[in-house]
């Protein structure tokens, strides 16, 4: 049998791990250095019960946008999904290409921690808080179409303020795209001459897993940040989040 060369070996090796992409991995945060800085951000995954490590790695840009730059910290439990390789100097890891929080714990202390920053910047100040039209003529909508959330508020809106021009932007509202899309929305009724009178944010209650995107730095300053006031209709009556 012919020898190879190591890079060739490990190009073999690295073929192979390609079909391991899709499975989705949890595990606990460790090794992590929020103060490092530069291109890439990484950190070690850790198997709670056999203390195995995934050593893990992503781009900073796609670390920020998915609002875990102020919240990630050591010991918290979280979702991956990437490419696993064996690298130049033979180190197996992953290159990261989704993550989010996992786990009730890790969703209360990352609300927390990101509640508690933003209330220093004075994101929720009440002399912040736009006062709203009275009688609204034209609404941009951001909700998903198949929420009962949509149908419900169309319904209301009909039957105590008919005749209103509403522009539905259509988006995720949990899930990897709910986060970019909902910031896309805003970033459309905002910059384009639909003369709205006010935008509003909507989806039903959920658990805080299911009401993620809605407590993302991302999201939280787009409603901030926006021009034009915004309603926030999220979540049941005992839900409450950042954005809201």
Request: proline content about 2%; aromatic content about 10%.
């Amino acid at each position: 049998m012919k020898a190879i060369s190591v890079s060739q070996f490990i190009n073999s090796i690295n073929e192979t791990l390609r079909s391991y992409s899709k499975p989705i991995v949890e595990g606990e945060v460790s090794d992590f250095d929020p103060s490092r800085r530069g291109k890439w951000v990484g950190f070690d995954l850790k198997d709670e019960d056999t203390e195995q490590v995934l050593n893990c790695f992503t781009v900073r840009s796609k670390f920020r946008s998915w609002g875990m730059e102020n919240v990630l910290e050591e010991g918290m439990k979280v979702q991956v999904r990437g490419q696993v390789k064996v690298r130049d100097r033979g180190n197996f890891s992953m290159f990261v290409r989704e993550m989010s929080l996992a786990g009730e714990g890790t969703l209360k202390k990352a609300y927390e921690k990101l509640k508690k920053k933003l209330k220093e910047e004075g994101l929720f100040a009440e002399e912040r808080k736009r006062a709203l039209p009275e009688f609204p003529q034209r609404i941009g909508l951001i909700t998903s179409k198949d929420a009962r959330a949509y149908s419900d508020f169309l319904k209301g809106l009909k039957e105590r303020m008919g005749g209103l021009d509403v522009f539905h932007f259509d988006v995720h509202v949990q899930g990897k795209n709910a986060v970019p899309e909902i910031k896309q929305a805003f970033d459309y009724f905002n910059r384009n001459d639909l003369n709205l009178d006010l935008i509003v944010l909507l989806r039903g209650g959920g658990s805080l897993e299911d009401l993620q995107a809605f407590n993302s730095e991302v999201i939280t300053r787009a409603v901030f940040s926006s021009e034009l006031p915004v309603v926030c209709g999220v979540g049941h009556e005992e839900d409450v989040t950042l954005a809201g």
